[in-house]
């Protein structure tokens, strides 16, 4: 068995070698260079574009413009599946150039040269004429009447609003002796900050384009590039090499439709788009900013009588992944500290920002600030334990949602929550934070996390598998889910080996999906890969393996109930001889004179289930009150996501999660300039992405209640990790100051107001 | 791929200085870690360039005939930390520049190029200004040395005459002897950061260890150029050793300074943080000189 095991990667000897190609790599030299020109203004219109010097630079293939787009094909973004129901369909607001400008970096012409130093100086010879309208930047701003519309069929830029309504919160509150506590935490925009930025490049094969691109989900480039370029879908052809990093930033069509385009328009000559960094943090996507406001009404036994959310999620400019974010969230809110009386609203509303889309945690991360930030606050509001006020409240096992039919099996937080105390030596640090003093002091914090695994019953959930059988007994295996520096190549082939019954080296995954060769798949979001290729390599597998053990038959005489495939050989199990081995078998198939076959298998599974993914995190951090500065000590996760496939890699997922959590909760935002909307630290030095230096030892931790629903017993871990660490280290930080920041990061400028405002910190004249 | 007109290649001082003269349009290259990014960023877009990364006697640290450290310009600042001089006589010149970027940074980047670009935020820069030091520049016209605190001219400029290289930097004995010091970077994150402010502090004891013979005290980032608060060196000289003095020294900073509100951090903010660095940098150069502070 294989499962369970930390083997070694399969793409491990390549990658730390250096060996592994990505799209920048694999782009033929002859290339012609692709570059954006961006809007200089928040919002307003483009009224012409003068082109004439940056023409007559050496190099310059061609210069196009929002006027030289003639059919106008709107696009949806976001990575999701298709709906054939339109009313499901995501909304279809972007063009591969636009003259109508809606926030600062907006995508408005493009030059093509022969190499980056033409296209560069193009770029800025390039003069645009605007028209210049009033820009909203904040979130609840935009909702107001008379503010600036950014698109016209969205009253008020309220993308959507949806509600739930559990019991009756209004009576509820009547109740006597209800302790009211009210909140409003809020996260920043961030972004994810994958090491290889978006690059593709394209060109032209007879009447059909090819695409290769540094996407997590082919399939769906390839169905959006057609809509965009208004052709039929089955004339693309998009190829997924490995990737640097995606984090749901390339969970969504970047810019594969516009250097298509660009192709299209030069004769199909192949053209590269490699994104600088500093595009990539405001032209690509972000997470969404959430503003949150929660009223909580506690009984003094430290129960909850009653609750209400009021979410506010900011999509920048263009709808992308939409509502999805924030309603995910929001529907987390009554689930993970039920409560009979819950009102939820939540609001996705347009603002001239960078358009926000998927990232790692779709929604919790910000979800997850606001409600467990909320938590310790009522635990402080009523004097109760905030270990002891959550378990009192946690989901209980056997709770059931009835809308994805998700059922906590096990007592998965209580078991998390054990496992990290004892991790990180809670009872006892607890204990001694106790009434510091002093300008530096030492605090502990937790924070829990709700999440489910993949998209059912809100979208389709299908995996396709193709396994075809070499002479020498070894296979490939194809499948349409991405290994996206997560691993998922070396889970698939674990988990193929042990259904077919081969050593693991006999399985050839094949990591590149090319949408001409690969099983259609919609690939790497929603942490949904091993769980739904688990389906899929299960089915296909045993189809495999069927068909190996027909021909078995014919070749032993011996029934296929007698027969079983062991370690890469035909068995008999009812002695346990072995009758030949899999290879003599493979190479009999193909070139036998009497009955040649060539052994193959391929299946698609439609899975119609969904799985809870709890866990927790437990943060201890230094707090230096004078230097406004709060430094990570130490930081537990535990996470039950059912059985391991690869325990190894999955500490290594654990630890990747972490990381962007501490970022998340002490350093990072990015900023606009609040009189002209143009973002100010879209790079790596301005923008503060945490370092080693700022992370003490990541600890890992699982508690490993198999999944019944699962083909593997497996759930979700891919964005779990990322969705408790910064309201843990809040919290830690609440502990150790008795100071609540509620706005994240906790970085430097947010502690020194928030201790100035508690009067920690004093004018020193 | 750059955009960059011609590069000239120095072989010597003297072939430097010359080509600098035939190329007077051309900028100075020596690690490349800030023009690169500037070219890269379109700001030095279209550049010729004289590297004088070649000329190996401007790298290395040695005290010279006069027992001044001399520092080559080229020297790196991994190179500088590494230095048994610098760790003898002047370690915490040696700790501020291993603040400087990363692992990368530090191997190519030099002391020189850190000096000579006149930002304010340089982690080399508010040391040499705490700790007096001169710097050597060589030119069409011979070699001349000056104060780095005359050097600076304002945010960006320094005063380099045409064809003129800044060649070494060099701290006096009689600036060294007898004094230790601290420096802090308050930064964003622990590493791979430019700083929000930087201060440098060192003091010489009397012998009893009782009394501030001297102090002296360098920020960066608390004006467009490096500065000394003079008037909290004022303040602490000749007072004894105790909190008083200095929380008074800490508070009297605020006469110097005077940072920027930018987006990057707020004025109210980097004088509560310069003051607070204050009173710790020379809280640990008194301890390191051997005093202690009694309550």
Known sequence: MYAGKSVKRVDALDKVTGRTRYTDDLCDRSAYIARILHSTIANGRVVSIDTSEAEKVPGVVKILTCFDLKEKHYFPTAGHPWSTDPAHQDVADRLVLTERVRFYGDDIAAVVAEDEVAAAQALRLIHVEYEEYPFVLDVQKAMEDGAPL???????????????????????IQEPGLIRVEGWYETPVVQHCHIENFICYAEMEGDRIHVVSSTQIPHIVRRIVGQALGIEWGRVRVVKPYIGGGFGNKQDILYEPLCAWLCMQIGGHLVKLDVPREETFVCNRTRHSIRNHIISWVRPDGTY???KLESFSDQGAYASHGHSICAKGAGAFPQLYPCDNVEVDAYTVFTNKPVAGAMRGYGIPQAMWAVESHTEDVAAAIGADPLEFRRRNL??????????????YSDSFNQCLDKAMKAIDYERKVKEYEHQTGDVRRGIGMAVFWYNTAVWPISLESSSCRMVLNQDGSFQLQIGETEIGQGADTAFAQMAADVVGVPMEKVHVVSCQDTDVTPFGTSAYASRQTYVAGFSIRQTGLLLKERILDYAHLLTRMPVFNLDIEDGNIVRTTDGRKLMTLAELATEALYSLTDSRHITAESTYQIKSNAYSFGCTIAEVEVDIPMCKARLLNVVNCHDAGKLINPALAEAQVHGGMSMGIGFGLTEKLIFDEKTGRPLNNNLLDYKLSTFLDHPRLMAEFVENPEPTSAFGTKSLGEPPACSVAPAIRNAIFHATGVAVNNAPADAHNLFRAFTEAGLIHDER | MYDIKALYEAESIPDAVRLLQEHPEAQIIAGGSDVLVQIREGKRAGAELVSIYGIDEMRGVCLDGEGAIRIGSLTSFSHIAASPVIREHIPVLGEAV????????RNIGTIGGNTCNGVTSADSASTL???????????????????????????????????????????????????????????????????????????SLTGDKKTIRDVRIAYGVAGPIPMRAETAEKTARGREVNPETVKAFARAVLEDIHPRDSWRAAKAFREHIAVEMAKRALTTSITLAGGEIRE
């Not at chain 2, 291993?98 to 940074?105: C, E, F, H, N, Y």
């Open chain 1, 150 to 172: 950014l698109h016209e069929e969205y009253p008020n830029n309220i993308l959507k609003h949806t509600q739930i309504r559990n019991g009756d919160y209004e009576k509820a």
């Open chain 1, 305 to 307: 009588a009653a609750r």
């Open chain 1, 395 to 408: 989901m209980p096992v056997g709770y059931k949602d009835d809308f994805s039919k998700n059922e906590n």
């Open chain 2, 98 to 105: 291993s603040l400087v970027g990363g692992p990368q940074i």
């Open chain 2, 129 to 203: 200004f705490a700790w007096d030091a001169e710097v050597e520049l060589t030119g069409p016209e011979g070699i001349r040395r000056i104060p780095i605190r005359e050097f600076y001219i304002r945010a960006g400029k320094v005063d380099l005459k045409p064809a003129e290289l800044q060649t070494a930097i060099l701290i006096p004995k009689k600036a060294y002897e007898g004094y230790h010091g601290n420096y802090i970077k308050y930064a964003m994150r622990e590493a791979m950061d430019i700083a929000n402010l930087g201060c440098s502090v060192n003091v």
